[in-house]
T-cell receptor, first 111, second 114 residues
C-alpha cells in the first residue's frame, strides 16, 4: 500500500521554468521526504521536512508541508534539463518504523 | 563519499530458478532496507533490518522470498523459485537508525524473469 500520492503523475516544462509537484498522504507523520530517481538508477535524497516545520529550502528546492491538509509540495525553481527525473515523496508515519513511498511524479525538462 | 553497494546490477533468469541479490550498506548504518520497485511505481518495502534483526517483513512473500543480515552488516535477498511477476528493480537502502532518518539508496538490481 502507498501512503503518499503525487500529483501530477507527469509534468513537462521548458528549461528555466518552475516545476511544482504535490504529495498528499493519509495518516499522521513524523516527517516527509522527497527523493529523486534518474531513469534506471537508485533514489537520491533531496530534502526532509519534519511535522513541526512548514517550509524548507535547499538550493533551488522549496518544500512546504501542511499537516492540517496532509499535503506537501516540492518546487524546483529555474529548472534545468538535468532535473529530468522521477520525484517521490516518502512519509515516516507517527509511531511506526516504516517509510512509505508514493508513486512519483515524472518530470521532463525540455532544453 | 560512502555509497551503498549492490550486485549484480542486472540479472536475467528463467522462471522457477533461484536468484540472489547482495547489498553492502554504508559503514555504520544500523538499518538496512530492501525495496521492490515495479516499473512506473514507487518503491515498496519488502524487509527492514535493525542490525541483524528483522523489524518489518510484512510485505515479503515468505513462500518464495528470504532475506538475511547475519552479522548486521551486508545482506542477501533471495527468491526461490522466481516467477514472471518478480521482474522489477530491487533496491537496497541504509540509514543510521530506524524510522526517521534519511535513507541512502544503492543503484539497484534490475531483475528480468523469462
Amino acid at each position: 500500500s502507498q501512503q503518499g500520492e503525487e500529483d501530477p503523475q507527469a509534468l513537462s516544462i521548458q528549461e528555466g521554468e518552475n516545476a511544482t509537484m504535490n504529495c498528499s498522504y493519509k495518516t499522521s507523520i513524523n516527517n516527509l521526504q522527497w527523493y529523486r530517481q534518474n531513469s534506471g538508477r537508485g533514489l537520491v535524497h533531496l530534502i526532509l521536512i519534519r511535522s513541526n516545520e512548514r517550509e524548507k529550502h535547499s538550493g533551488r528546492l522549496r518544500v512546504t508541508l501542511d499537516t492540517s491538509k496532509k499535503s506537501s509540495s516540492l518546487l524546483i525553481t529555474a529548472s534545468r534539463a538535468a532535473d529530468t527525473a522521477s520525484y517521490f515523496c516518502a512519509t515516516a508515519t507517527t509511531g511506526g518504523f516504516k517509510t512509505i513511498f508514493g508513486a512519483g511524479t515524472r518530470l521532463f525538462v525540455k532544453a | 563519499e560512502a555509497e551503498v553497494a549492490q550486485s549484480p546490477r542486472y540479472k536475467i533468469t528463467e522462471k522457477s530458478q533461484a536468484v540472489a541479490f547482495w547489498c553492502d550498506p554504508i559503514s555504520g548504518h544500523a538499518t538496512l532496507y530492501w525495496y521492490r520497485q515495479i516499473l512506473g511505481q514507487g518503491p515498496e518495502l519488502l524487509v527492514q533490518f535493525q542490525d541483524e534483526s528483522v523489524v518489518d517483513d510484512s510485505q515479503l512473500p515468505k513462500d518464495r522470498f528470504s532475506a538475511e543480515r547475519l552479522k548486521g552488516v551486508d545482506s542477501t535477498l533471495k527468491i526461490q523459485p522466481a516467477e514472471l511477476g518478480d521482474s522489477a528493480m530491487y533496491l537496497c537502502a541504509s540509514s543510521l537508525a530506524v524510522g526517521e532518518e534519511t535513507q541512502y539508496f544503492g543503484p539497484g538490481t534490475r531483475l528480468l524473469v523469462l
